[in-house]
């Protein structure tokens, strides 16, 4: 396993490499040159040459990419077009914690909901509580994001008063409930219908029936036995969601007002502000490359019939 | 000259301050901001882009005339609280360094941070009035201004500012290093200065330091407008100290001589100014203005006082404006920016390199119809560049009023009135948002059933509109363009004259060139005014535009208990003025 680990490590680098070509090369492709962006409309040529000469934007793109990597290398990606003089980590680094910390929330409030409503449906399966419950979870499910944040801003800021409308202060304040609640609520649908699939499994399993035989308590057997044993496949899933943790959820931090990293990605194409375009590119695919990973090895670790070979 | 940048996001914009200006789909630009000056502006609504200019803040910059109207509450004779905290929502701007601001969005701070000889007032009797000068005086035949500062002047750290740190800071504007993408047409006149852009020099012998108080700068010839351009934001007083110890990031601690110091910034988050303790005028009642950067729901956040200040956007116009409703108390006319919205043609590129076809288009178009039935008449028809408030505003000037007989004959005349051989025609403007222009739709449509004649209409985004629009690649555009200046020159002389860097119609007519030049050296001011608007008509006549709106009138809504807020039709500093009831 050890060899295994080591040699998917080895490989994300290459994958990183190409990732990053790829975002990279539309800086020669697409329409629109970060030089005049920066100059703006009036710009005369002379002024427009010179930024450009300075980016080294002249340069082939091959040679532009290399200087590129080798910089990234350095742990030096370069500097925002868009925000002169600001190195692009110092950028990114406060909008990767407040997306961090939003998808944090935003999962804790998935799991709470998710995984409680999942057993309690699974519990209840052959009576109408369980499709009932299902179905509402789905309809919340389908609304869009661009519904719920109004709704909610509408309830609970403008009509009750009690949460701010925008803004964020940490995940901890009281304005990171309704950016939680909006991301985190359609996610719970999906983690009930595991957490239900898992328990109805683990309903079926002869321990269980044995616990009963035995008889224990409903609450003892529930807890100690069933829920507990549901879980086991569902943090495999929380596994592949760690890929999604520094990413961003445009709409929801557009209608909050959150200043995390979508806002940040999207002014980057509109500007062409190609040095954080790649930085944030490299990040989601190392993070989905390290997701990836810790996922198999889960799986191996849970279950040692999967057997890692390389 | 400040484009507007695009920040936005388009549905930040979106939501965000839209100004009511949305109405009229021209502007609104999203983000909250600013908007400034002059420049050009894309007129689409959504998005927001940079453009020079326009981007419909909100609030700022619009308005015009009446101040009086404009403003929120003064009350005379009462003593203002001071304290206090003003919040609204703005976009990250470009740049805070003087020498590099070309949008609205770094404008509107630069000027609240920084300040120069002379400054803009918004009133169109005195457009222009010392502001670190005490005085000037020209002689030299207009070729040599020689300007007084006030005693004591004093940057935000306590230091002194003397005539010598306007040298230095017109000298670092104009060095190649500093990559200022406009000193040639704001400084340039200065002798010395173009050796200083081209490398070859490091000083300019056109600015002298005759004593710590008096500075003396000579220019090529006598423009009376050189005096305007001293109000732009690089033309302002930088701290030396401050710039070479600060390296690149010079204006994350700014040193500067505004009403207000930059406490601090966090991108895309929040913005905070404070008042100046070394103004050397009055102080700002506020203690603080805080820009709030990362965009939200504005009206939510303007409902739940979160911020003081909003536009209003379509949805909620009727809802805000019902008189029984309580919020339609904060409601305050915003009214017109000195700005034109138009479209241009590009006489190069065929069908408009004829001029019949031009003037046909021209006369096709019902504007006053469409300012009433489409804008419920917040916005004016435009008969030429120069708006109404402005100096040089010609108010007889008819232009090309609708007439479809005209059109049809004007047609008829041209080289393309075969509607089988006539080039394609694309129109296009910039803006991200899903539905493009109402204006531009509504005019193509009219131009559709007048003429037969049918135009596509195309929306890139900003980057990609300024690229096509630089590389000459559009054959027709619309856009918008703000007063940089309170003088004719911004409009008809920047955008008209042949070989202008900006003029992105191509158009050329020596004769409109030999005015401009008159016009550009001629001392007597009425006599200037008459040919800047003979030059204006003989172009209004060759259509290079077909002119659309002048401004955008727009409400806006601002908390009852702000006070001293005004709304000029350029951008000024504002926030000295403002305070808040306690």
Request: glycine content about 8%; charged content about 20%.
């Given at each position: 396993?050890?060899?295994y680990?080591?040699?998917?490590?080895?490989?994300?680098p290459?994958?990183?490499?190409?990732?990053?070509?790829?975002?990279?090369?539309?800086?020669?492709?697409?329409?629109?040159?970060?030089a005049?962006?920066?100059?703006?409309?009036?710009?005369?040529?002379?002024?427009?040459?010179?930024?450009?000469e300075?980016?080294?934007?002249?340069?082939?793109?091959l040679?532009?990419?290399?200087?590129y990597?080798?910089?990234a290398l350095?742990?030096?990606?370069?500097?925002?077009?868009?925000?002169?003089?600001?190195d692009?980590?110092?950028?990114?680094?406060?909008?990767?914690?407040?997306?961090?910390?939003?998808?944090?929330?935003?999962?804790?409030?998935?799991?709470?909901?998710?995984?409680?409503?999942?057993?309690?449906?699974?519990?209840?399966q052959?009576?109408w509580?369980?499709?009932?419950?299902?179905?509402?979870?789905?309809?919340?499910?389908?609304?869009?994001?661009?519904?719920?944040?109004?709704f909610?801003?509408?309830?609970?800021?403008?009509?009750?008063?009690?949460?701010?409308?925008?803004?964020?202060?940490?995940?901890?304040?009281?304005?990171?409930?309704?950016p939680?609640?909006?991301?985190?609520?359609?996610?719970?649908?999906?983690?009930?219908?595991?957490?239900?699939?898992?328990?109805?499994?683990?309903l079926?399993?002869?321990?269980?029936?044995?616990?009963?035989g035995?008889g224990?308590?409903?609450?003892?057997?529930?807890?100690?036995?069933?829920?507990?044993n549901?879980l086991?496949?569902?943090?495999?899933?929380l596994?592949?969601?760690?890929?999604?943790?520094?990413?961003?959820?445009l709409?929801?931090?557009?209608?909050?007002?959150?200043?995390?990293?979508?806002?940040?990605?999207?002014?980057?194409?509109?500007?062409r502000?190609?040095p954080?375009?790649?930085?944030l590119?490299?990040?989601?695919?190392?993070m989905?490359?390290?997701?990836n990973?810790?996922?198999?090895?889960?799986?191996?670790?849970?279950?040692?019939?999967?057997r890692?070979?390389? | 000259?400040?484009?507007?940048?695009?920040l936005?996001?388009?549905?930040l914009?979106?939501?965000?301050?839209?100004?009511?200006a949305?109405?009229s789909?021209?502007?609104?630009?999203?983000?909250?901001?600013?908007?400034?000056?002059?420049t050009?502006?894309?007129t689409?609504?959504?998005t927001?882009?940079?453009s020079r200019?326009?981007?419909?803040?909100?609030?700022?910059?619009?308005?015009?005339?009446?101040?009086e109207?404009?403003?929120?509450?003064?009350?005379v004779?009462d003593e203002?609280?001071?304290?206090?905290?003003?919040?609204?929502?703005?976009?990250d701007?470009?740049?805070l360094?003087p020498?590099?601001?070309?949008?609205g969005?770094?404008?509107?701070?630069?000027?609240?941070?920084?300040?120069?000889?002379?400054k803009?007032?918004?009133d169109?009797?005195e457009?222009i009035?010392?502001?670190?000068?005490?005085?000037?005086?020209?002689?030299?035949?207009?070729?040599?201004?020689?300007?007084?500062l006030?005693?004591?002047?004093k940057?935000?750290?306590?230091?002194?500012?003397?005539?010598?740190?306007?040298?230095?800071?017109?000298?670092?504007?104009?060095?190649?290093?500093?990559?200022?993408?406009?000193?040639?047409?704001?400084?340039?006149d200065?002798?010395?200065?173009?050796?200083i852009?081209?490398?070859?020099?490091?000083i300019?012998?056109?600015?002298?330091?005759?004593?710590?108080?008096?500075?003396?700068?000579?220019?090529?010839?006598?423009?009376?407008?050189?005096?305007?351009k001293?109000?732009?934001p690089?033309?302002?007083?930088?701290?030396?100290?401050?710039?070479v110890?600060?390296?690149?990031n010079?204006?994350?601690?700014?040193?500067?001589t505004?009403?207000f110091v930059?406490?601090?910034?966090?991108?895309?988050?929040?913005?905070v100014?404070?008042?100046?303790?070394h103004?050397?005028?009055?102080?700002?009642y506020l203690d603080?203005?805080?820009?709030l950067?990362a965009?939200?729901?504005?009206?939510?956040?303007?409902?739940?006082?979160?911020i003081?200040?909003?536009g209003?956007?379509l949805a909620?116009?009727?809802?805000?404006?019902?008189?029984?409703?309580?919020?339609s108390?904060d409601?305050?006319?915003?009214?017109?920016?000195?700005?034109t919205?138009y479209?241009?043609?590009?006489?190069?590129?065929?069908?408009?390199?004829?001029?019949?076809?031009?003037r046909?288009?021209?006369f096709a178009?019902?504007?006053?119809?469409?300012?009433?039935a489409?804008f419920?008449?917040?916005?004016?028809?435009?008969?030429?560049?120069?708006?109404?408030?402005?100096?040089?505003f010609?108010?007889?000037?008819?232009?090309?009023?609708?007439?479809?007989?005209?059109?049809q004959?004007?047609?008829a005349m041209?080289?393309?009135a075969?509607?089988?051989?006539?080039?394609?025609?694309v129109i296009?403007?910039?803006?991200?948002?899903?539905?493009?222009?109402?204006?531009?739709?509504?005019v193509a449509?009219?131009?559709?059933?007048?003429?037969?004649?049918?135009?596509?209409?195309?929306?890139?985004?900003?980057a990609t509109?300024?690229?096509?629009?630089?590389?000459n690649?559009?054959?027709?555009?619309?856009l918008?363009?703000q007063?940089?200046?309170?003088d004719?020159?911004t409009?008809?002389?920047?955008?008209?004259?042949?070989?202008?860097?900006?003029?992105?119609?191509?158009?050329s007519?020596?004769?409109?060139?030999?005015?401009?030049?008159?016009?550009?050296?001629?001392a007597?001011?009425?006599?200037?005014?008459?040919?800047?608007q003979?030059?204006?008509?003989?172009?209004v006549?060759d259509?290079a535009?077909?002119p659309?709106?002048?401004?955008?009138?727009?409400?806006?809504?601002?908390?009852?208990?702000?006070?001293?807020?005004?709304?000029?039709p350029?951008?000024?500093?504002?926030?000295?003025?403002?305070?808040?009831?306690?």
């Amino acid at each position: 396993m050890l060899i295994y680990t080591s040699r998917r490590l080895l490989w994300t680098p290459v994958l990183l490499i190409v990732a990053g070509l790829f975002i990279f090369s539309l800086g020669s492709v697409a329409p629109g040159d970060p030089a005049e962006l920066m100059a703006g409309q009036r710009a005369d040529p002379e002024a427009v040459e010179r930024i450009r000469e300075r980016l080294g934007l002249n340069d082939p793109f091959l040679v532009q990419y290399t200087r590129y990597i080798a910089n990234a290398l350095k742990g030096d990606f370069g500097e925002s077009y868009r925000y002169r003089g600001r190195d692009v980590w110092e950028l990114l680094g406060p909008k990767l914690r407040v997306s961090l910390e939003l998808n944090l929330v935003s999962y804790v409030v998935t799991l709470a909901i998710g995984l409680p409503l999942g057993f309690w449906a699974a519990m209840r399966q052959g009576t109408w509580k369980d499709p009932t419950m299902t179905t509402i979870m789905l309809l919340i499910y389908a609304l869009p994001v661009f519904f719920t944040a109004p709704f909610l801003i509408l309830v609970f800021a403008l009509w009750l008063d009690w949460i701010p409308v925008s803004g964020w202060s940490g995940m901890f304040s009281t304005r990171a409930i309704l950016p939680a609640i909006t991301i985190g609520l359609p996610g719970a649908f999906v983690f009930m219908r595991y957490m239900r699939a898992s328990t109805l499994d683990v309903l079926g399993q002869e321990y269980v029936r044995t616990a009963h035989g035995k008889g224990m308590g409903h609450m003892t057997v529930n807890r100690r036995h069933i829920a507990r044993n549901a879980l086991l496949p569902i943090i495999t899933i929380l596994g592949f969601s760690l890929a999604g943790l520094f990413g961003g959820s445009l709409i929801v931090e557009l209608i909050y007002g959150i200043p995390g990293v979508s806002r940040l990605a999207l002014e980057a194409v509109f500007q062409r502000d190609y040095p954080v375009l790649t930085a944030l590119t490299l990040l989601g695919a190392g993070m989905l490359a390290v997701a990836n990973l810790v996922a198999d090895i889960m799986y191996s670790v849970i279950d040692p019939r999967i057997r890692l070979r390389s | 000259m400040k484009t507007a940048r695009f920040l936005g996001i388009s549905l930040l914009a979106a939501m965000s301050l839209f100004v009511v200006a949305c109405t009229s789909e021209e502007p609104p630009t999203p983000t909250p901001a600013p908007e400034p000056t002059a420049t050009q502006v894309p007129t689409v609504v959504s998005t927001p882009p940079p453009s020079r200019a326009e981007r419909p803040t909100p609030v700022s910059s619009q308005a015009q005339v009446a101040p009086e109207l404009l403003q929120t509450p003064e009350r005379v004779g009462d003593e203002r609280p001071t304290g206090g905290v003003f919040r609204r929502l703005w976009a990250d701007p470009p740049t805070l360094d003087p020498a590099l601001v070309t949008d609205g969005t770094s404008y509107d701070i630069v000027i609240e941070l920084f300040s120069g000889l002379v400054k803009l007032t918004g009133d169109a009797n005195e457009p222009i009035v010392m502001d670190l000068a005490e005085s000037y005086s020209v002689s030299n035949q207009g070729r040599t201004y020689t300007f007084i500062l006030k005693e004591d002047l004093k940057f935000n750290d306590g230091s002194p500012v003397t005539a010598s740190d306007f040298k230095w800071s017109w000298e670092r504007a104009s060095a190649p290093e500093t990559e200022s993408p406009i000193v040639d047409e704001f400084l340039g006149d200065i002798l010395g200065v173009q050796a200083i852009i081209d490398g070859e020099a490091t000083i300019a012998d056109g600015i002298e330091v005759v004593d710590d108080h008096t500075l003396r700068v000579t220019i090529d010839a006598p423009k009376p407008y050189f005096i305007a351009k001293l109000t732009y934001p690089i033309a302002f007083v930088v701290n030396r100290d401050n710039v070479v110890s600060g390296g690149e990031n010079w204006t994350d601690e700014p040193v500067g001589t505004g009403p207000f110091v930059l406490k601090s910034y966090s991108i895309g988050e929040r913005m905070v100014l404070s008042k100046n303790p070394h103004y050397w005028g009055d102080p700002a009642y506020l203690d603080e203005v805080q820009l709030l950067l990362a965009g939200g729901s504005a009206m939510a956040m303007y409902e739940n006082d979160e911020i003081d200040i909003t536009g209003i956007g379509l949805a909620d116009l009727e809802r805000v404006t019902d008189p029984n409703e309580e919020i339609s108390k904060d409601v305050i006319e915003v009214p017109p920016s000195f700005r034109t919205s138009y479209i241009g043609f590009n006489v190069e590129e065929p069908p408009f390199d004829d001029v019949h076809f031009r003037r046909a288009l021209n006369f096709a178009v019902d504007k006053t119809l469409v300012a009433n039935a489409v804008f419920s008449d917040l916005v004016r028809p435009a008969t030429g560049p120069i708006p109404p408030g402005f100096v040089g505003f010609n108010p007889d000037l008819k232009g090309l009023e609708f007439d479809e007989a005209k059109a049809q004959e004007e047609l008829a005349m041209s080289k393309y009135a075969d509607a089988d051989s006539r080039p394609r025609i694309v129109i296009t403007l910039p803006g991200t948002g899903g539905s493009p222009s109402l204006t531009t739709e509504v005019v193509a449509d009219m131009w559709r059933r007048t003429l037969g004649v049918d135009v596509e209409i195309q929306q890139v985004e900003w980057a990609t509109f300024l690229q096509d629009l630089h590389r000459n690649r559009l054959q027709a555009f619309s856009l918008a363009w703000q007063a940089d200046y309170p003088d004719p020159h911004t409009f008809v002389d920047v955008l008209f004259r042949t070989g202008s860097s900006i003029n992105n119609t191509n158009y050329s007519n020596p004769e409109v060139d030999a005015l401009l030049e008159q016009a550009n050296v001629e001392a007597d001011p009425v006599r200037r005014i008459e040919l800047y608007q003979e030059a204006e008509e003989m172009i209004v006549e060759d259509a290079a535009w077909l002119p659309l709106w002048w401004g955008v009138e727009g409400k806006v809504l601002v908390k009852q208990h702000v006070g001293g807020l005004t709304f000029p039709p350029l951008s000024v500093p504002i926030y000295q003025h403002v305070w808040i009831d306690g």
